[in-house]
Protein backbone atom coordinates (compact mmCIF):
# COMPACT_ATOMS: atom_id res chain seq x y z
CA UNK A 1 0.00 0.00 0.00
CA UNK A 2 3.27 2.33 1.09
CA UNK A 3 4.39 1.63 -2.49
CA UNK A 4 1.40 2.17 -4.43
CA UNK A 5 0.29 5.19 -3.00
CA UNK A 6 3.62 7.16 -3.05
CA UNK A 7 3.82 5.93 -6.81
CA UNK A 8 0.14 7.17 -7.66
CA UNK A 9 -0.22 9.76 -5.03
CA UNK A 10 2.03 11.40 -3.29
CA UNK A 11 4.21 11.37 -6.44
CA UNK A 12 1.30 11.23 -9.41
CA UNK A 13 3.81 9.24 -11.59
CA UNK A 14 3.78 9.22 -15.45
CA UNK A 15 5.36 6.53 -18.18
CA UNK A 16 8.39 7.12 -18.84
CA UNK A 17 9.02 8.87 -15.73
CA UNK A 18 12.70 8.97 -14.20
CA UNK A 19 12.62 7.47 -10.54
CA UNK A 20 15.57 6.96 -8.13
CA UNK A 21 14.59 4.58 -5.14
CA UNK A 22 16.40 5.19 -1.68
CA UNK A 23 16.39 1.77 -0.02
CA UNK A 24 15.42 -0.30 -2.72
CA UNK A 25 16.35 -4.01 -1.23
CA UNK A 26 13.57 -3.39 1.76
CA UNK A 27 9.75 -4.56 1.92
CA UNK A 28 8.57 -1.28 0.77
CA UNK A 29 11.61 -0.63 -2.12
CA UNK A 30 10.88 -4.00 -3.59
CA UNK A 31 7.44 -3.23 -3.40
CA UNK A 32 8.18 0.16 -5.33
CA UNK A 33 10.48 -1.84 -8.12
CA UNK A 34 7.68 -4.19 -9.35
CA UNK A 35 5.35 -1.68 -9.47
CA UNK A 36 7.42 1.19 -10.78
CA UNK A 37 8.55 -1.40 -13.74
CA UNK A 38 4.43 -1.84 -14.20
CA UNK A 39 4.17 1.87 -14.44
CA UNK A 40 7.23 2.22 -16.83
CA UNK A 41 9.72 4.31 -14.64
CA UNK A 42 12.90 4.08 -15.86
CA UNK A 43 14.28 3.10 -12.45
CA UNK A 44 17.81 3.58 -10.41
CA UNK A 45 18.25 2.06 -6.77
CA UNK A 46 20.34 2.26 -3.93
CA UNK A 47 21.57 -1.15 -2.42
CA UNK A 48 24.81 -3.03 -1.13
CA UNK A 49 26.30 -4.91 -3.72
CA UNK A 50 24.96 -8.47 -2.48
CA UNK A 51 21.39 -7.41 -3.41
CA UNK A 52 22.33 -5.94 -6.74
CA UNK A 53 20.91 -8.59 -8.97
CA UNK A 54 17.15 -8.63 -7.56
CA UNK A 55 17.47 -4.71 -8.79
CA UNK A 56 18.49 -5.86 -12.51
CA UNK A 57 15.75 -8.00 -12.21
CA UNK A 58 13.33 -5.48 -12.31
CA UNK A 59 15.15 -3.60 -14.51
CA UNK A 60 16.59 -0.78 -12.27
CA UNK A 61 19.83 0.16 -12.45
CA UNK A 62 21.92 -0.73 -8.83
CA UNK A 63 24.06 1.83 -7.22
CA UNK A 64 26.17 0.79 -4.18
CA UNK A 65 25.58 3.24 -1.55
CA UNK A 66 28.70 1.85 0.50
CA UNK A 67 31.38 2.43 -2.54
CA UNK A 68 30.01 4.78 -5.14
CA UNK A 69 28.83 8.71 -4.35
CA UNK A 70 24.52 8.47 -5.60
CA UNK A 71 25.00 12.21 -5.93
CA UNK A 72 27.57 11.83 -9.03
CA UNK A 73 26.68 8.64 -10.18
CA UNK A 74 23.10 9.95 -10.79
CA UNK A 75 24.25 13.41 -12.04
CA UNK A 76 26.25 11.40 -14.76
CA UNK A 77 23.45 9.44 -15.62
CA UNK A 78 20.15 11.61 -15.74
CA UNK A 79 21.76 15.24 -16.12
CA UNK A 80 18.45 16.41 -16.57
CA UNK A 81 17.37 15.41 -13.39
CA UNK A 82 14.80 13.15 -11.60
CA UNK A 83 11.28 13.15 -12.16
CA UNK A 84 10.85 11.52 -7.93
CA UNK A 85 12.63 10.46 -5.57
CA UNK A 86 11.26 7.41 -2.55
CA UNK A 87 13.04 7.91 -0.08
CA UNK A 88 12.50 5.19 2.70
CA UNK A 89 16.26 6.03 4.78
CA UNK A 90 15.78 9.29 5.98
CA UNK A 91 19.06 10.88 7.69
CA UNK A 92 20.81 12.52 4.99
CA UNK A 93 19.84 11.31 2.19
CA UNK A 94 16.71 14.85 1.71
CA UNK A 95 19.79 17.48 1.95
CA UNK A 96 21.97 15.41 -0.13
CA UNK A 97 20.18 14.85 -2.97
CA UNK A 98 16.99 16.98 -3.41
CA UNK A 99 18.79 19.27 -5.60
CA UNK A 100 18.98 15.70 -8.36
CA UNK A 101 15.49 16.49 -8.74
CA UNK A 102 14.39 18.58 -11.92
CA UNK A 103 11.96 21.34 -11.76
CA UNK A 104 8.45 19.59 -10.67
CA UNK A 105 9.98 16.84 -9.73
CA UNK A 106 8.68 15.21 -6.70
CA UNK A 107 10.74 13.97 -3.33
CA UNK A 108 9.03 11.35 -1.11
CA UNK A 109 9.60 10.61 2.13
CA UNK A 110 8.40 7.47 3.73
CA UNK A 111 11.12 7.05 6.14
CA UNK A 112 10.43 6.38 10.15
CA UNK A 113 12.78 9.94 11.99
CA UNK A 114 12.99 7.61 14.81
CA UNK A 115 12.48 10.49 17.04
CA UNK A 116 11.18 13.44 18.06
CA UNK A 117 14.07 15.64 16.93
CA UNK A 118 14.17 13.26 14.02
CA UNK A 119 11.28 14.51 13.02
CA UNK A 120 11.13 17.98 13.87
CA UNK A 121 14.42 18.04 11.76
CA UNK A 122 13.01 16.73 8.91
CA UNK A 123 10.24 19.18 9.10
CA UNK A 124 12.13 21.98 8.75
CA UNK A 125 13.76 20.40 5.74
CA UNK A 126 10.86 19.92 3.94
CA UNK A 127 9.21 23.81 4.83
CA UNK A 128 12.44 25.08 3.34
CA UNK A 129 12.71 23.82 0.51
CA UNK A 130 8.87 23.67 -0.53
CA UNK A 131 9.17 27.34 -0.03
CA UNK A 132 11.70 27.77 -2.76
CA UNK A 133 10.09 28.81 -6.47
CA UNK A 134 11.90 26.36 -8.44
CA UNK A 135 8.59 23.93 -8.60
CA UNK A 136 10.35 21.17 -6.94
CA UNK A 137 8.32 19.85 -3.31
CA UNK A 138 9.13 17.60 -0.61
CA UNK A 139 5.74 14.91 0.38
CA UNK A 140 5.45 13.42 3.73
CA UNK A 141 3.77 9.95 3.14
CA UNK A 142 0.68 9.67 4.92
CA UNK A 143 0.42 13.22 5.98
CA UNK A 144 -2.08 14.40 3.44
CA UNK A 145 -3.83 11.07 3.70
CA UNK A 146 -7.90 11.61 5.37
CA UNK A 147 -8.02 8.57 8.01
CA UNK A 148 -12.10 9.15 7.64
CA UNK A 149 -12.41 8.97 4.63
CA UNK A 150 -11.40 5.37 3.55
CA UNK A 151 -12.24 5.72 -0.34
CA UNK A 152 -8.37 6.43 -1.74
CA UNK A 153 -7.59 3.18 0.60
CA UNK A 154 -10.08 0.77 -0.17
CA UNK A 155 -9.67 1.83 -3.98
CA UNK A 156 -6.36 1.10 -3.80
CA UNK A 157 -6.27 -2.01 -2.24
CA UNK A 158 -8.73 -3.45 -4.84
CA UNK A 159 -6.24 -2.47 -7.59
CA UNK A 160 -3.58 -4.31 -5.40
CA UNK A 161 -5.54 -7.50 -4.91
CA UNK A 162 -6.44 -7.25 -8.96
CA UNK A 163 -2.82 -7.22 -9.60
CA UNK A 164 -1.94 -10.24 -7.28
CA UNK A 165 -4.89 -11.96 -8.35
CA UNK A 166 -3.38 -11.37 -12.38
CA UNK A 167 0.25 -12.58 -11.09
CA UNK A 168 1.61 -9.46 -12.05
CA UNK A 169 3.12 -8.88 -8.95
CA UNK A 170 4.48 -10.52 -6.33
CA UNK A 171 5.54 -9.53 -2.71
CA UNK A 172 9.42 -11.14 -1.96
CA UNK A 173 9.34 -13.13 1.15
CA UNK A 174 12.59 -13.31 2.74
CA UNK A 175 11.85 -15.24 6.01
CA UNK A 176 9.14 -16.63 8.01
CA UNK A 177 8.87 -16.33 11.53
CA UNK A 178 6.01 -17.55 14.12
CA UNK A 179 4.88 -14.79 16.20
CA UNK A 180 6.49 -15.85 19.54
CA UNK A 181 10.18 -15.76 17.59
CA UNK A 182 9.63 -11.96 16.85
CA UNK A 183 12.75 -10.93 18.34
CA UNK A 184 14.26 -13.26 16.15
CA UNK A 185 12.59 -12.00 13.25
CA UNK A 186 13.64 -8.45 14.01
CA UNK A 187 17.53 -9.36 14.51
CA UNK A 188 17.31 -10.45 10.91
CA UNK A 189 15.94 -7.82 9.80
CA UNK A 190 18.61 -5.50 11.28
CA UNK A 191 21.70 -7.47 10.27
CA UNK A 192 21.41 -5.62 6.91
CA UNK A 193 20.84 -8.82 5.04
CA UNK A 194 17.17 -9.12 4.11
CA UNK A 195 16.21 -8.91 0.72
CA UNK A 196 11.79 -7.70 0.77
CA UNK A 197 9.99 -8.87 3.71
CA UNK A 198 9.66 -11.26 6.44
CA UNK A 199 6.65 -12.32 7.64
CA UNK A 200 5.41 -12.90 11.01
CA UNK A 201 2.63 -15.74 11.60
CA UNK A 202 0.24 -16.82 14.31
CA UNK A 203 -1.80 -20.17 12.90
CA UNK A 204 -2.27 -20.70 16.23
CA UNK A 205 -5.40 -18.42 16.00
CA UNK A 206 -6.45 -19.90 13.13
CA UNK A 207 -7.73 -22.60 15.56
CA UNK A 208 -9.37 -20.05 17.94
Not at 105 to 124: D, E, I, K, T
Not at 153 to 168: C, M, S
Amino acid sequence: MVAYQTLHRSARVRDGDTALIIGASGGIGTALLQLGRLADLKMYGLASRSKQAMLGKYGAMPIDYHTEDFVGVMRQMEPGGLDAVFDGMGGDYLPRGFGLLKRGGVWVSYANPRSLSGMACLLGRVLWRNLLPDGRKVVLYGTGASYLNRRPFLQDWAALFELLGAGRIKPIIAARFPLLEAAQANALLESGQVIGNIVLSAPELLLV
